[in-house]
């Protein structure tokens, strides 16, 4: 492991956190709500550190798969362990556990908050925690269509074999190039949010905040009832329909401002991924119809919303779900491992991932009927490759099986079992909100120290794909 | 189809059960409870139902796989269907769809039922229960281990790459050689347990009905506190030792009495299996140790007896897990996912699927540190095709799959969260007791009709490892 290349490379993230601090620090200034000095002491911290770093490492080697791991999963800690800095200077959140963990469910983009009183912080200290979601966002983009690839995790890979036509790299080949690209698109995709939601009689302030959370799907609002505070169904049209293009892959916004027209319809994962929202909207709208008697009209406005926040993994909320039938919450509890596209900012298993698991399944049936049929998994009249085939089971069969011993372990501190099993897999889909005490209108303040810690690991493991941040704990990886 | 020969078979299986039924009514003519004339007129109309289907479909042509996976399912089915008669015509259970349910329970080896005062029923109807638990138990070690390879699904498939040494087919490969066999094998575990029981102070009927409860896997008793009615370390031990014989693969029993005495030790699966129990049981003493402040000796007692009923699948209870701590009862959750070892008569995932997911998970992982080498999975020396493998996930994609929105429409129902997952799991993995409503001191009574008839369904679909039940219902199944 060339360390010194990795602390290189963290210093210069710290470096850019430090920056990006500036501008709550705007806000600070401009509202008078005594938080300007906190990030002037956060932000000076974090710049220090990260000149330290940088200056003592200079190194030019070629970073080789090792490094990558090790900058990626430290680059979202670092990120998380200076970002929390303002919470505990300021006494906003004095406990640095809790600081750690909302920051990191920041730039997780999880939105799973521990703050019982959002409405109480200054705004500096706001636009801080809804800006996490959007540079937590931004890097996700760019790590899983630009570098994961080259760390042979996830996303490219898949993303690739669903590219039609003859030219499967039409995005710049280079990071560099790619990043920019994508840059481009996420930082338009959230200037028309803005505008639309200002539109809508948003202050800029909030404007920006819930476009972070937005486009990011990461979920943090400004407001305690989170999206029904503005109860406007102008608001909420506008949020779902860019939730539902940030859970779709960015690759795709590039190519249609390319003009590429068609690319939405003829993309297999964003057809698969329309059709789940869709079906579970309305088999949601059936059941609050139905079971719980509301209107029709809002029974569509709460499944239409609520379905798309869950499903890509947003957790914004404008009904409290947990007023619903157990078979509503149930629904609510499955969305959460669906997720957005690959190549979006959503978290969870993926869309692409659970069509080819549906495929697989009925392929094995098909096999028992036709035992000596040769029948490949086609994906856009692509074959799948049994490798990525085989990786994809192991991701699913992998993130059970971390559901399922983090579960325990979460009812082991006492928690009853919804809300044991709905945090672990509202963190590691990087949602937000889980049932039971953590539901819509809950927190995590009364989650234990030690389980505050694990659900921050699991947004961490959750957002970088889970095999970036286990291999950095397999023996075998720092094995000479 | 030859749908001759099917009904062919299905008669000489109704004739076996009304031949069965002369063993309870033996127990009613000698205890005079007056079910003795209902079982005689439950026996002629099987028996006549029998001889007719066998009269009128003489036919002697080759089976084919298609027949094969038709009178599997429709064994099951017509099995419980005719079973179901003596409790309807006796008035003991008067709803037809209780009494299916509470009998396909029976040939399913579950143990789920729906009555509320067990000890109420006349010892004839008790021993018909407990009976179809090891008529169930019988069918299923042949099935697995005899019939399922045949058709290309689970059992032998995977025995087969455990059998160390050079002579995989050391039972004989004919099918009625193997089923003598495995019968025999069954009868003496049968035998053996039956004395013991006896010895530890239970009459001829309690020590049979709880035998065929243990060695079926099963968990009907003939008390309404189960197990718990004998407050005996004596009887506990008994049991809790045949339940894990019964969780084993019968063939190795077998060898075993064909003196190849290491054969359990060398066993891949065994050792597996004994493991996850030995870790489980310390794991749940810890829990009730710590946690809810039992005695030592006592937890050590209750975490060994219920973990070993769980995870073979048998559900006798001797505590009410419902007492124990979140983490306590999620742990039963959870083991309902394990179950016992292929061929035997433990039903679930099984442990050999288990053990290859949790191999192949790994492998995925050291494939990230070393993307070009070639990394087979290896099951006792041997490479695991990857042709199983593949089986073996969709298995698992598949059963969860069932299990998702099996509980969905549970839930659907009005049932709470856990009532209507853990019905599911219970029901799908043949253990038979579940959490909140349905936990060890209650019963399935309240479930809605339709929930009842899809619970069957569950019990029908877990008890023939899914595809075979799911090939016969899908379109292509019935194509020419």
Redesign the interface.
């Known amino acids: 492991m060339n360390y010194r290349a990795v602390l290189n490379i963290l210093g210069a993230l710290l470096i850019s956190i430090a920056l990006a601090m500036s501008l709550p620090l705007a806000f600070s200034l401009y509202y008078q709500e005594g938080d300007a000095g906190d990030f002037l002491v956060s932000m000076i911290i974090t710049m220090v550190v990260g000149l330290l770093l940088v200056l003592f490492n200079r190194h030019h080697t070629e970073l080789r798969t090792r490094e990558g791991f090790a900058i990626v999963v430290l680059s979202w800690t670092f990120a998380a362990a200076f970002g929390a800095l303002p919470f505990v200077f300021s006494g906003a959140i004095p406990s640095y556990t809790d600081a750690f963990f909302e920051t990191m469910s920041g730039f997780s983009t999880t939105g799973a908050s521990i703050l019982t009183d959002i409405e109480a912080l200054p705004h500096g200290l706001l636009f801080w925690r809804s800006l996490t979601h959007w540079l937590g966002g931004m890097g996700i983009i760019v790590l899983s269509l630009a570098i994961l690839p080259f760390?042979?995790?996830g996303g490219m890979q898949l993303f690739k074999a669903e590219v039609p036509g003859p030219a499967p790299d039409k995005l710049s080949p280079r990071i560099k190039e790619t990043a920019k690209i994508l840059y481009g698109v996420y930082v338009l995709i959230t200037a028309l949010e803005t505008v639309l939601l200002m539109a809508g009689g948003l202050s800029l302030f909030d404007a920006l905040c819930h476009t972070f959370g937005t486009v990011a799907t990461g979920g943090f609002s400004t407001k305690n009832a989170s999206i029904a505070h503005f109860d406007s169904l102008y608001v909420e049209s506008v949020i779902m329909v860019f939730m539902v293009l940030a859970g779709t892959n960015f690759a795709l916004h590039y190519r249609f401002l390319s003009k590429q027209w068609g690319v939405y319809t003829s993309d297999r994962e964003f057809r698969f991924y329309f059709r789940i929202l869709l079906f579970c909207i309305l088999l949601v709208t059936g059941?609050l119809f139905l079971?719980n008697k509301l209107e029709l009209g809002e029974s569509v406005r709460a499944a239409a919303f609520q379905v798309i926040s869950i499903t890509t993994t947003t957790g914004y909320a404008t009904a409290d779900f947990e007023q619903w039938?157990?078979?509503g919450?149930?629904?609510m509890?499955?969305l959460m491992f669906v997720g957005g596209c690959a190549g979006s900012t959503g978290g969870s298993i993926k869309i692409v991932r659970i069509m080819l698991?549906f495929k697989?399944?009925l392929?094995?049936?098909?096999?028992?009927?036709h035992?000596n049929a040769f029948l490949p998994i086609r994906l856009g009249g692509r074959i799948v490759s049994?490798e990525v085939?085989?990786?994809i089971?192991?991701?699913?069969?992998?993130y059970?099986?971390i559901f399922?011993v983090g579960?325990?372990v979460m009812?082991?501190m006492?928690?009853?079992?919804?809300t044991?099993?709905s945090s672990v897999a509202a963190t590691l889909g990087n949602i937000g909100p889980g049932?039971a005490t953590i539901g819509p209108t809950d927190n995590y303040a009364h989650i234990p120290l030690f389980g505050k810690w694990l659900l921050s690991f699991f947004m961490l493991l959750g957002r970088l794909e889970l095999?970036t941040v286990?291999?950095l704990i397999?023996p075998?990886?720092w094995k000479k």
């Open positions: 760390l042979g995790v059941m079971i039938s157990t078979a919450q149930l629904m509890l499955l698991i697989h399944g392929n094995e049936l098909q096999k028992l009927l035992p049994p085939m085989t990786n089971l192991a991701f699913f069969v992998i059970m099986g399922t579960s325990l009812a082991m006492g928690l009853d079992i919804i044991a099993t049932l095999y286990i291999v397999t075998a990886f």
